[in-house]
């Protein structure tokens, strides 16, 4: 079964009753938005979007609060319906086809979605069997040793730090395969270990192959991350392409002789160095809670 105008790109995941459709091409545009408008009552909060992600890329979209950027990734998601345009995930619509839609992409909010009551390895099987993987064990033990939580997998996720929940959040997300994964903020309110941890975790993604869409409000995140960047603002793209060619839209630079001055995150990053950062037992007292 190959969805409808997928421009040469297939599912590869199988289609309900039957043989999936193959894989997908190399190539073409992993998730193409058209005109896509939406209004909440005389409110207009996406007014016309364009845009295209090329399979295997990470694409950023930076934009301000109330940019629109979240409601975007909510129809790319089916989780809401667009008054107006189209919008495809490998191929498939989203208004036409929401289950296939569903079936080949996952969405991490801005807050980690896990049960703080159930340890790691709990929160993966509990995925893995609503997933109907064949082998949820095996699944759960992969993605703990991939997201480097083997040896947190026995504790209660409530005692995470903030960077391990939202690697846990991510590895939930990747259980069954998805080719593209729409990750609205994943760095708020993460302390700086924790966020390049969560940027680690991304960049990782894009260099197996997954496709990424982003929103952040965050500069450095959008130029560290993406191979391409777009601009959402007041509920429109007002400009898209690479880092390089964003630059070019401003005049050439001057060259000035100045002393860079380090800025706080330099500062305490060299201080406290890598410690933490990968330490699964960081930030947790003797009663298991956070500090």
Known sequence: MQPPGADGIMSDRAAPGGVGGGTRAAGGAAVSVRGIEKSYGAVAVLRGVDLDVEAGHVVALLGSNGAGKTTLVRILATLLRADAGTASVLGWDVARDPAEVRRVMSLTGQFAAVDEVLTGRENLLLVARLRHEREPAAVADALLARFALTEAGGRRAGSYSGGMRRRLDIAMGLI????VIFLDEPTTGLDPQSRIEVWDTIVALARGGVTVLLTTQMLEEAERLADR??????????????????????????VEVVEKQPSLED????????????DEGAGADSSGKAA
């Open 176 to 179: 069954g395969d998805p080719r």
């Open 229 to 254: 960047i777009a601009i959402l603002h007041r509920g429109t793209i007002i400009q898209q392409g690479t880092l390089a060619e964003l630059r070019q839209l401003l005049p050439a630079a001057r």
């Open 267 to 278: 500062v305490f990053l060299a201080l406290v160095g890598d410690d933490g950062a990968d």
